[in-house]
Every structure is written in C-alpha cells, then in structure tokens.
C-alpha cells in the first residue's frame, strides 16, 4: 500500500494508505479515476463527520446492520470530480498516477488532486468474518461509461434510473414517508460538483448532464419538496415544510454549499466576503417560528481594546436598521445576527433571502473598519471617522 496524504480546510490533514487505483483511458483521454483506500475506524468516523470526500448520509444506502468493528480496516472507493481528469492525464499508468499523487500530498498541499472536495466517494466496505458490511452511494449507480452519449434523451433516461435504482435500495417505498423527504430533500441541496453546473468543466457531457439534472429531474424533485410528501400512500393532506426545510431549498436555490449539524436545527456554511472570509450559521426554532441568521469569525481583543470596541461596536448598531453586532470576550468571537419571525407565512424564501444577504453584507462591510481598529490601535475617535 502507498501512503498518501489529502487536505481539507475543515479538519487536519488526512493520511491514507492507497490500495489500488484503476482508470479508463480508451480513447487517449482519461475518462474515469478511482482510488480505493483503507482507514482506521477512527478515520473514517472523522471523514463521515466534516463529510470529507463528499460523504453525505443522505445521500447513502446505508442498512441498519451497518456496524464497522474499530480493530479492521475500512476501504473507501472515491471517484476523481471529472473536471480535474486532465490533471493526471499525463501520468502513463496507475502506477506512475499514484506516485504523482503521493509527490503532490507531501509537496503542494494545496494542489486541486490531493483535495478532498475533488473526489467523490462510491462506496465504503469492510470485510468482516460474517462477509462483507459496508454500503455504495449515490454516485456508485451511475453508469458512468454512458456519460459520452451526446443524445439528451438517454441522458435524462440515465439520470432517472441513476436515482430510481438508488431510492429503491434505499427506501422500501419512495415517496411515501417523511425518510424519503428528508433524502429527496438532500438529495437535490447537495448535489455534488460533479452534477454543478460549471462552464470550466473540462468534459462537456458533465455539463450537459448537469444541465439535465437541473432543468428536468430536480425541478420535479423540488415541486414535490414544496407540495410536501404524503405520510402515507392513502392520500393524507399534504404536511407544511419546517423552517427548517425551507431554509434548505433557499440555499439549494442559491447555489450555496451547506452542512446540518448532527441533531440540531442548524445549518453551517462558509461566506466569501470581499474582505475576508467566515462562518455562517442558521438557526430553525420551529417552535417559536423564527430562523436566524449568524456571521461568526474569530477576533483576538486585547484587553486594553475590549472597553473601545464594545463602544464602537454600540456606536454601529446604534445606527444599523436590521441585525446587531455580539461580541464574545471569552470565546474571542464576533458575530452578526439577523433574524425574521415567520409565523403565519407559508413560502417566506424572500424573507430568508433578505434576512441573509442583508446579514452577510454588513459583515464584509464593517470587519475591515473594526480590523483597522484593532491592529492601527486607533482612539474611538479615529474609528468613527472610519464609518
């Protein structure tokens, strides 16, 4: 086995032990790369927890017997995103691609291949003494070797089948309780990279399969997330999505990458400001009918700047007309909250994208004012000149 080393920004850097790696090429192009690597227990529950190499429960046909023993291996098979074939493209075999990658995890840690946002995982496997107990994904029962047809009907054939066959292993009966919404649900927010629709994609039929996706099968698929699922094949009124749900097809709709938090009501994201880079979180209290909406990021005060940033900070909200600034001295955070109260309303996707965009742009707005403040260790003064 060949060591290799793949980095992700949510968790350290990820060692694994490289089983096999196997490709297409029959047309001079690369046209598939899949690596098949072994990880500890402890491993594997890291990478199913930050959803490293884009392991999404939801998006699994994982059965309940589904008990990994922590003294064997597990081997995870994950595809190459087809976008970034052409980077092994001028490896001669698979030998001389996985010494390629191995080189790439040891020095360039921030090259594409060695991501773990690149590949794609098929399945996870672990060979026990009762056989072999482990479960495939989604992106397993697609038949990738069709994916250079050019005719749009046996794409969107390929597409539908692709699904269908992993709903029925998936769920007894589709469409018919609140599982199969929460996974139809996951299924169409989070589409992996390669079904996104990307114009520098480097093979165009994943583009055009995108566009399939897009524009037929997920446009079905979230009519019926709106209409909401039956509780039963008998023909029960229609239930109201949860906050919660709507939230999730805002985002979906938005092109946002979005995590849920094990257990709770949250949604976690990343935002890419103009000055900076941070946290998001959503908040659903289905109970009390509100959703809000946090900036978060990480600001080291000195304690002789804690009383003048307080200030400022009341000096800002005192003129904001939505959201307010907190400031956590213990915890060293700084966050923005927004939030909208949403009962009585039905579809408030507006409300939602309001609350948001409004909260994400004061963030990009006041942070380099307020990182001015601090490292320039300017008088209160001098700050609000800075507004």
Not at 155 to 179: G, M, Y
């Amino acid at each position: 086995m060949i060591p290799l080393s793949f980095y992700n920004t949510q968790a350290s850097p990820i060692s694994l032990q490289a089983v096999n790696l196997e490709w297409w090429q029959p047309h001079l192009l690369l046209e598939k790369c899949d690596l098949t690597f072994a990880v500890s227990l402890e491993t594997y529950q890291i990478l199913e927890k930050h959803n490293l190499f884009q392991i999404l429960p939801e998006l699994t046909n994982t059965q309940e017997n589904c008990n990994f023993q922590p003294h064997l291996p597990i081997e995870i098979t994950v595809t190459l995103n087809p976008e970034y074939l052409p980077r092994l493209q001028e490896a001669a075999n698979a030998q001389t691609a996985l010494a390629y990658l191995q080189e790439l995890g040891e020095r360039q840690k921030n090259a594409r291949l060695v991501q773990t946002e690149s590949w794609i995982t098929l399945s996870v496997q672990q060979q026990q003494e009762s056989g072999v107990v482990g479960y495939r994904t989604l992106w397993d029962y697609l038949d990738w070797s069709q994916l250079d047809v050019e005719n749009e009907e046996v794409l969107e054939d390929l597409a539908l089948e692709t699904v269908t066959r992993f709903l029925q292993d998936s769920i007894p009966s589709p469409f018919s309780d609140a599982s199969s919404h929460q996974l139809i649900a996951t299924l169409v927010e989070q589409t992996p990279a390669l079904m996104a629709e990307d114009p520098r994609a480097s093979e165009p039929i994943a583009e055009a399969f995108a566009n399939l996706l897009r524009d037929n099968l997920q446009s079905e698929l979230k009519e019926a997330i709106l209409a909401g699922f039956s509780a039963s094949d008998e023909g029960e009124e229609f239930k109201k999505l949860s906050i919660l749900e709507q939230t999730l097809a805002f985002f979906e709709a938005e092109d946002w990458m979005v995590q849920k938090l094990p257990e709770q009501p949250i949604l976690k994201m990343l935002f890419q400001g103009e000055y900076g880079k941070w946290v998001c979180l959503a908040e659903a209290k289905e109970d009390l009918e509100q959703l809000i909406f946090y900036s978060i990021i990480a600001l080291k005060v000195p304690k002789a700047q804690e009383s003048k940033l307080c200030k400022f900070l009341m000096k800002i909200n005192y003129h904001l007309n939505v959201g307010s600034f907190d400031l956590n001295f213990e915890e060293q955070i700084l966050r923005f909250k927004t939030s909208i109260d949403v009962e009585g309303c039905n579809n408030y996707s507006g409300l939602i994208k309001n609350m948001v965009y409004t909260n994400v742009m004061t963030m990009d707005r006041y942070l380099p004012i307020i990182m001015t403040m601090l490292e320039k260790k300017l008088s209160l003064e001098e700050a609000l000149t800075l507004l």
